[in-house]
């Protein structure tokens, strides 16, 4: 009976331990993911003000894909933007490309629709809840930064 309870305790020990190192390992995951998310600074209109944005959009199991914004023109109500795309599989870079959007802004400065450059679908139609929030998140930044920086161009 002894040597039993010896061994249900070893057992017990030996599961916890297993646990814990299985949450740690999430942990860790998790700051891995959130150091994905980087800053980087693009000159905006060839002001010397920089816009400093980048987010990060989840495509579901263990994939992720970082827009990292390389470049602005702003043509009044639209913003055509360029962003390096990294795409992270299982926290690994799998590619990289570089894709530019078309931001479509009402009088308001609301955005209304945002167009892949040479393609009518608006995306905010068509992508997942959160990956529409990021890119409307990102908008209204882009926006405002552009929109303060001509206020200091004399």
Do not use: W
Not at 33 to 62: A, M, P, R, W, Y
Not at 98 to 106: K, V
Not at 124 to 139: G, Q
């Amino acid at each position: 009976m002894q040597t039993s309870k010896k061994v249900i305790i070893s057992f017990l020990l030996f599961f916890l331990i297993g646990c814990k190192k299985s949450n740690t390992s999430e942990i860790t995951n998790i700051n891995v993911k959130d150091s994905v998310k980087t800053q980087n600074s693009t000159k905006v209109n060839d002001h010397s003000k920089e816009l400093s944005d980048s987010f990060v959009i989840s495509c579901g199991s263990g994939c992720a894909m970082t827009y990292n914004l390389k470049n602005v023109k702003d043509l009044g109500n639209i913003k055509e933007v360029r962003f390096e795309v990294e795409t992270y599989i299982d926290e690994v870079l799998s590619e990289t490309n570089d894709e530019s959007y078309l931001f479509y802004y009402n009088r308001s400065n609301q955005i209304e629709k945002i167009q892949h450059k040479g393609e009518k679908e608006n995306i905010l139609e068509n992508l997942l809840p959160n990956a529409v929030e990021s890119f409307k998140n990102f908008a209204g930044k882009l926006v405002n930064d552009i929109k303060i920086n001509a206020n200091k161009v004399p």
